[in-house]
């Protein structure tokens, strides 16, 4: 199976950046997709912005030229999801999830960003 840690939340002012991570361990080569979600309280959890086993990348409108989703250069198990220009409403929980060809469906714990105004 595989498992997943996120970290890097926190409080940040508004205006300011976070880098994410994702840590998966287990069977990472058969994951196929990684994601970020995010759910704000009261709200729906939402995609934020995934990438590919090939690289390919996709974000939400709402973060597009904010948030970069990458690997990490020199471990592939690595996610990062760096958030620069933030805003209060980009509050939320965020969440890792991935994709497995063998194993399905998998989510972290989530991380916790805070953005005051």
């Known amino acids: 199976q595989v498992q997943l840690v996120e970290s890097g939340g926190g409080l940040v002012q508004a205006g300011g950046s976070l880098r994410l991570s994702c840590a998966a361990s287990?069977?990472?080569?058969?994951?196929?997709?990684t994601r970020w979600y995010r759910q704000a309280a009261g709200k729906q959890r939402e995609l934020v912005a995934g990438?590919?086993?090939?690289?390919?990348?996709?974000y939400a409108d709402s973060v597009k030229g904010r948030f970069t989703i990458s690997r990490d250069n020199t471990d592939n198990n690595i996610v990062y999801l760096q958030m620069n220009t933030l805003n209060p409403e980009d509050t939320a929980v965020y969440y890792c999830?991935?994709?497995?060809?063998?194993?399905?469906?998998?989510w972290g714990r989530g991380t916790q960003v805070t953005v005051s105004s």
């Open positions: 990438i590919s086993s090939a690289g390919s990348t996709d």
């Open positions: 999830y991935t994709r497995s060809i063998l194993f399905g469906d998998a």
């Open positions: 287990g069977r990472t080569s058969t994951i196929t997709i």
